[in-house]
């Protein structure tokens, strides 16, 4: 069996000690907000007192969006199965990927990648546009299936901005919806996940974060939607679309 050990700069345990990133779990207690603990966990650094309401800002915008969300009807329907809270849980986090859930990151990817280019961030946005469309891609981050304007967006680039977080990502953000309204047509509001993404470049986060800062926000809200379907619902109960038509081979026999 090989001697050799893994290494670890995350925490360090021992019989009546807990330190994460060095700091001490029971001073943490007392003197950290959650948020302050999530950006020290991450970062390896406690923020500063910006830093520090800037990730509070962010890990409330998405706690929730009602009971429709995979994620919900993932963790409703489990919870409806007859499964614990645990289970109902990670089945809602397990429906969190590329399509829900994941514009985070896959914008922060596109948004560093560009913002490293040289260019204004208008030629910028005019460029990638353009790629988007010879590529038929669509930009994630961007628009909205309710909301014409969003909400959160709003507010988060208001705090950024009072924060002075608005830099050169959210710029690029912006241009980038401006952009896409003058060659589409149409405005394709930059939605909160974009927003984030714009948010935590700037903050200087790895885009392969981008999925973490959602779990960690919408968890406690999936424990609420668990709650209140064990507490208020009957088990087996329709959940989701049920409105679909067989579109099979008709009716035969072996």
Known sequence: MSDEKWTTAITEIAPGKISVRGYDIAEMMEKLSFAQAVYLILRGELPDPKQARMMEAILVSSIDHGATPPSVLGTRTVVSGGNPLNAAVAGGVLVIGDSHGGAIEQSARIMQEWAK?????????????????????????????????????????????????????????????????????????????????????????????????????????????????????????????????????????I
Do not use: C
């Open 117 to 253: 280019k040289d260019g204004t961030p208008a030629d910028l946005a005019a460029a990638l546009v353009a790629d988007l469309k010879v590529t038929k891609k669509r930009l994630p981050g961007f628009g909205h299936r309710l909301h014409t304007t969003d909400p959160r967006t709003v507010k988060l680039f208001e705090i950024a901005a009072s924060l002075q977080f608005t830099g050169r990502h959210t710029e690029l953000a912006q241009a980038i919806e401006a952009e896409l309204e003058r060659t589409g047509g149409k405005k394709l509001p930059i939605n909160v996940d974009g927003a984030i993404a714009a948010v935590i470049s700037d903050m200087g986060f790895d885009w392969r974060r981008g999925k973490g800062f959602f779990i960690i926000s919408r968890v406690p809200g999936l424990i609420a939607h668990a709650y209140e379907e064990m507490t208020t619902q009957k088990p087996m109960r329709k959940l989701g679309d049920t409105n679909f038509v067989y579109s099979g081979p008709p009716s035969r026999r």
